[in-house]
T-cell receptor, first 111, second 116 residues
Framework: GQQLNQSPQSMFIQEGEDVSMNCTSS?????WLWYKQDPGEGPVLLIA???AGELTSNGRLTAQFGITRKDSFLNISASIPSDVGIYFC???????????WGAGTKLIIKP | DAGVIQSPRHEVTEMGQEVTLRCKPI?????LFWYRQTMMRGLELLIY????????DSGMPEDRFSAKMPNASFSTLKIQPSEPRDSAVYFC??????????????FGEGSRLTVL
């Protein structure tokens, strides 16, 4: 079945560093979604990508929809303490409204 | 506008007890989803409703789990009897029907369940 492989599983970075994470699939997706979950909260949508090759920014966040439609990348520039949390990629299953979720990338900022 | 509202935020119960989790979706949203999140399995979709009708409950782990949506502004997820392996954070999420496939899901803050 469709699966999303997200990496890295966790990242320990210094404040101010840039962050990169990615999501890959063996199946083609027509939409890629990136969510962030703060501790004790539900996930919140950061960026949605709808077109192969699309590059979309949201403040310091930039996400790309891979040309093959089997991968997506999320970059965070100049990380700040409030960036800590778990970042999830997700994509819709076939033609219904269910989402497949990656396992998440946990971002930890070293003091 | 209020977001998705879930209650209780935390529940600690003993094995064998009935647990009822509640959700009020965002007004006007046609779709409601119940998810479970654990360290081992991540986010799992349990069931989702469209216009109060259950569409897909294939993610409900066992007959001990049941979900209802009696009206557009209220849904419950019930576990009876509860077991320690049901310990998890349960999220409710909603979305409008007009947003299309891949549209934004709005999550509640979750209900953290601990079954002793």
């Amino acid at each position: 079945g469709q699966q999303l492989n997200q990496s890295p599983q966790s990242m320990f970075i210094q404040e101010g560093e840039d962050v990169s994470m990615n999501c890959t699939s063996s199946s083609i997706f027509n939409t890629w979604l990136w969510y962030k979950q703060d501790p004790g909260e539900g996930p919140v949508l950061l960026i949605a990508l709808y077109k192969a090759g699309e590059l979309t920014s949201n403040g310091r966040l930039t996400a790309q929809f891979g040309i093959t439609r089997k991968d997506s990348f999320l970059n965070i520039s100049a990380s700040i303490p409030s960036d800590v949390g778990i970042y999830f990629c997700a994509g819709p299953m076939d033609s219904n409204y269910q989402l497949i979720w990656g396992a998440g990338t946990k971002l930890i900022i070293k003091p | 506008d209020a977001g998705v509202i879930q209650s209780p935020r935390h529940e600690v119960t003993e094995m064998g007890q009935e647990v009822t989790l509640r959700c009020k979706p965002i007004s006007g949203h046609d779709y409601l989803f119940w998810y479970r999140q654990t360290m081992m399995r991540g986010l799992e979709l349990l069931i989702y409703f469209n216009n109060n009708v259950p569409i897909d409950d294939s993610g409900m782990p066992e007959d001990r789990f049941s979900a209802k949506m009696p009206n557009a502004s209220f849904s419950t997820l019930k576990i009876q009897p509860s077991e320690p392996r049901d310990s998890a954070v349960y999220f409710c999420a909603s979305r409008p029907g007009t947003s299309g496939i891949g549209g934004e899901l709005f999550f509640g803050e979750g209900s953290r369940l601990t079954v002793l």
